[in-house]
C-alpha cells in the first residue's frame, strides 16, 4: 500500500511541489559556491594572462618555432648511433653509476641525520627545528646548481655529479625519512623501554624494523627519479649522458639525440620495472 | 591461584629452538647477501662514476672555502650598507624570480589542463577504448621520462631564447607527470555513481562531469600544487640553457666567479622555495581537510 506512493517514479506535480517546499534549499541552486567557483577561475586564467604577456608568448613564434619542431621530429628518423654505440653505452654506465652511488650516499648520510629530525626520537623542539630546516635549505637547491658548486670543488666529471645528487637527495630523503620514523606505530618502541632498554635499543629494536622497508622503499624511488636527473648532469659539466645530448643538439645531429633519447627511454623503463618488484617485495614482505 | 607454566617436552622444545635458529640464520643469510649485492654495485658505480675519495679529501677544504668565500661580508657596524652591497643587483633579480614564478605557475597550469584532457582516456575503468588508453598511457610515460631540460634545449633552438621555451617544456613534462597521476585517481573511484547515471542514459561527457569530476577534483588540484612545487624548483634552472628565469643570473654569476652574487641569488631562491613549500602545503591540507 505505502510502496507505490514512495516510489519515486510516481511522485506527481503536487507531491514535487511539496518537496519544494518542505526543502527549499536543495532545490535553489548554490549561488554562492558558483559565484566563488566562476571568481576562484577567473582568478586563475587572468593570472595566465598575464603571465603570457609578461613572458612575451606570442603566436606567431609559437607557430613558427611548432614547424621547425615538426621539421625536427622529422630529421630525428631514423635513430642512429653514428658509429659512436660503444661510446653511449659507456655514457649510459657512467649515468646509472652516478644514480646508484649517489642515491646510496644520501641515504646512508639521511639515515642517522632522521632520527634527530624525528619528534618521537628527539623530543627537543629545538633540535629537530634546525635539522629540519637545514635540511629544507639543502632540498630547496636543484641538482644542477649543486653540481655546478661541486664541480668548483672536484673539477669536471662524473664524480662531481655524483656528488650533486647525494647533496640534493640527502635533504629530500631527510625530510621523508624522519616523516617515516614519526608516523610508526609506537608500541614496539615502547615496550623495549618497558623491558629495560636504553635509547639506542629503543631506536634499533622498537624503530628501525618498523621503518626499514619503508626507507627501503623510498631509496628504490629516489633512485628511479635520479636514473633521469643523472641524465641531465651533464649539460653543465657533470658527467653521464646528458654531455653527449646537450652537445649534440646544439650542433643538430638529431638522429644521434633521438637513438639517445630512445637509450635513456629503455633504460629508466627497465630500471622501473626492476626497483618496482624490488619496491613490492619490500613492501610486502613488511606487511606480512 | 598461581598459574603454572608446563615446560615442553624436551624434544619438542629442541626441536622448537633448531627451527628458530634456522628460520634466524635464513634470514641472516638474506641480509648478508642482499649486503654483499649492495657493496658489489657501490663498487661497480663508484668505477664508472669515477669516484676519487682522495680528490675530495684533498679538495674538501675548497668546498668549504667556496662556502665562506660566497658568505657576503656583513659587518654590524655597517649592516644597511653591506647589505644593500651584498643585494645591489635586486631589482632586476627580483623581476627575474617574479618571471620564474610566473614560468611555473603556466607551465603547471598548462601540464595540468593537458593531464585533465588526457587522463581519462588513461584510467582503465573510463577509457573509451583499450587501443585509445594504450597509446595515450605511452605517450605520458615519454613526456615525463624525458627530463624537462632536454626538451628546454630542443626548443630552444625551434623557437629561439627565451621563457616561453621553459614555459612549453615544463608544461609538457608536468601533462606526463599529471596526467599519470590524475589517471591513477580516477582508476580509484567509487563506480556506483557512473553506473547509476549511465543507467539513466547520460553521455560521456555528462557521466565525467556529475559522476568522476566530484569525486576526483580536490586530489587533481592537491597533486597540481604539489608539481607546482616541482616546477618552482625547476623552473629556477631553466635559464641555465637560455630558458628565461633566474637561472641564467645564476650561472653567470657561478661561472664568473661572483662570489657574493652567487649567495645572494642562492639565498632568494631557497627563500622562496621554502615559502612556496610552506604555502602549498597549508593549501593542501585546507583543500583536502575542507572537502571531506
Not at chain 1, 613564434?61 to 653511449?88: C, D, I, K, Q, V
Not at chain 1, 646510496?104 to 623542539?125: D, E, I, K, Q
Not at chain 2, 657576503?72 to 618571471?99: F, I, V
Not at chain 2, 607546482?228 to 628565461?244: D, L, P, W
Request: glycine share 12%.
Amino acid at each position: 500500500m505505502k510502496g507505490p506512493e514512495r516510489d519515486p517514479a510516481h511522485l506527481g506535480p503536487a507531491e514535487i511541489a511539496a518537496l519544494r517546499r518542505r526543502f527549499p534549499d536543495s532545490f535553489r541552486p548554490a549561488w554562492r559556491g558558483r559565484l566563488l567557483a566562476v571568481l576562484a577561475l577567473a582568478g586563475l586564467v587572468a593570472l595566465a594572462g598575464y603571465a603570457m604577456v609578461r613572458l612575451d608568448f606570442s603566436a606567431t613564434r609559437l607557430l613558427a618555432g611548432l614547424g621547425r619542431l615538426g621539421e625536427f621530429s622529422l630529421l630525428m628518423l631514423p635513430p642512429e648511433a653514428g658509429g659512436r654505440a660503444w661510446t653511449f653505452l659507456q655514457a649510459l654506465a657512467e649515468t646509472l653509476g652516478i644514480a646508484f652511488i649517489g642515491t646510496l650516499t644520501a641515504a646512508l648520510l639521511a639515515f642517522p641525520v632522521a632520527f634527530l629530525a624525528a619528534r618521537n626520537v628527539v623530543p627537543n623542539p629545538f633540535v629537530h627545528f634546525t635539522v629540519r630546516r637545514g635540511l629544507d635549505v639543502v632540498r630547496s637547491v636543484d641538482v644542477l646548481i649543486w653540481a655546478l658548486i661541486w664541480i668548483n670543488v672536484v673539477g669536471l666529471g662524473p664524480f662531481a655529479g655524483a656528488l650533486a645528487i647525494a647533496c640534493a637527495d640527502f635533504g629530500a630523503l631527510g625530510k621523508l625519512f624522519s616523516e617515516a620514523v614519526e608516523t610508526v606505530d609506537g608500541k614496539a618502541a615502547e615496550g623495549v623501554s618497558a623491558s629495560g632498554g636504553a635509547e639506542l635499543h629503543r631506536i634499533r629494536f622498537g624503530l628501525i624494523p618498523a621503518v626499514l622497508p619503508v626507507l627501503g622503499s623510498q631509496v628504490l624511488y629516489f633512485f628511479e627519479s635520479n636514473t633521469r636527473s643523472a641524465t641531465i648532469i651533464g649539460i653543465v659539466g657533470a658527467g653521464g649522458i646528458g654531455q653527449y645530448l646537450s652537445e649534440l643538439i646544439r650542433v643538430l645531429e638529431l638522429r644521434q639525440v633521438a637513438f639517445l633519447i630512445l637509450m635513456i627511454l629503455v633504460t629508466v623503463a627497465v630500471i622501473d620495472a626492476v626497483s618496482g618488484r624490488l619496491r613490492r617485495t619490500l613492501i610486502g614482505g613488511a606487511a606480512r | 591461584m598461581p598459574e603454572r607454566i608446563t615446560p615442553l617436552p624436551p624434544d619438542r622444545a629442541a626441536a622448537l629452538a633448531g627451527a628458530y635458529g634456522a628460520a634466524v640464520a635464513a634470514t641472516r643469510r638474506r641480509t648478508w647477501a642482499g649486503l654483499a649485492a649492495l657493496v658489489v654495485l657501490a663498487g661497480l658505480a663508484a668505477q664508472a662514476a669515477e669516484v676519487r675519495p682522495l680528490v675530495l679529501a684533498a679538495n674538501l677544504g675548497r668546498f668549504t672555502d667556496y662556502i665562506a668565500q660566497i658568505l657576503p661580508h656583513l659587518t654590524l657596524a655597517n649592516l644597511p650598507g653591506d647589505l644593500a652591497e651584498w643585494y645591489w643587483g635586486w631589482p632586476k633579480w627580483l623581476g627575474l624570480l617574479g618571471e620564474t614564478l610566473l614560468m611555473a605557475y603556466l607551465g603547471t597550469l598548462l601540464g595540468a589542463l593537458g593531464g585533465f584532457v588526457l587522463c581519462f582516456s588513461a584510467a582503465a575503468n573510463v577509457a573509451g577504448s583499450r587501443t585509445a588508453c594504450f597509446l595515450v598511457r605511452r605517450g605520458l610515460e615519454f613526456c615525463r621520462t624525458v627530463p624537462e631540460i632536454v626538451f628546454a634545449l630542443i626548443f630552444v633552438i625551434a623557437f629561439g631564447l627565451g621563457p616561453m621555451v621553459g614555459v612549453l617544456a615544463l608544461a609538457i613534462h608536468t601533462t606526463g607527470a599529471l596526467g599519470k597521476l590524475f589517471s591513477e585517481v580516477v582508476e580509484n573511484i567509487d563506480m556506483k555513481p557512473v553506473e547509476s547515471l549511465t543507467a539513466a542514459g547520460a553521455g560521456r561527457i555528462e557521466t565525467l562531469r556529475f559522476a568522476v569530476l566530484p569525486q576526483v577534483l580536490s586530489n587533481f588540484v592537491s597533486y597540481g600544487l604539489l608539481r607546482f612545487e616541482i616546477n618552482v624548483r625547476g623552473a629556477g634552472v631553466m635559464g641555465f640553457v637560455g630558458a628565461g628565469g633566474i637561472g641564467q643570473e645564476l650561472l653567470v654569476a657561478i661561472r664568473n666567479f661572483y662570489y657574493a652574487d652567487v649567495s645572494a641569488i642562492l639565498v632568494l631562491i631557497i627563500l622562496t622555495v621554502m615559502a612556496i613549500d610552506l604555502g602549498t602545503e597549508r593549501l593542501r591540507h585546507g583543500l583536502l581537510g575542507g572537502l571531506r
